[in-house]
């Protein structure tokens, strides 16, 4: 295997590696003093309860067991991670509700301001959207 083939295969593990401290801080915003509003917004925008800190430390664990194991294995997190962060934002840009924490099932589409639900969901567009390039993208450029 030549050496840029290499390296650029470290890459796809390095950048789950970031996944996995990203996530990690996320799961960690609801317990730092000041971040939350009265209302338990991180933010003033983000409603996250325990079943969304599981969701992210379980994507947090997920990461780091990936980046720790294999290339294969970073590939594998990188598109289905990705996939599902990035539908799910798209969905509650769309609606107001994702499908990852069921509040598309629980509360249905939510009549909320389009700049609400830009800045709501744009974390799980970005990163989501970025994994998924990762996975599909520059994995296939540089296997």
Do not use: E
Request: hydrophobic share 55%; net charge neutral.
């Amino acid at each position: 295997m030549p050496s840029d083939d290499k390296h650029a295969m470290n890459i796809l593990r390095r950048i789950t590696l970031v996944y996995a401290v990203v996530l990690g801080l996320v799961t960690a915003l609801n317990y730092v003093p000041g971040l939350t509003d009265d209302q338990g917004r991180v933010f003033g925008i983000f409603a996250l309860d325990l079943y969304d800190d599981l969701l992210h430390f379980a994507s947090a664990a997920w990461a780091a067991a990936a980046a720790w194991t294999s290339t294969r294995a970073c590939v594998i997190y990188l598109k289905v991670f990705g996939s599902l962060y990035l539908l799910d934002g798209l969905l509650g840009l769309a609606t107001g509700s994702g499908f990852l924490d069921l509040a598309i099932v629980v509360y249905g589409i939510q009549p909320l301001p389009l700049q609400f639900k830009f800045l709501a969901n744009l974390p799980h567009i970005a990163l989501g959207g970025f994994a998924a390039y990762a996975g599909f993208v520059l994995a296939r450029r540089h296997a």
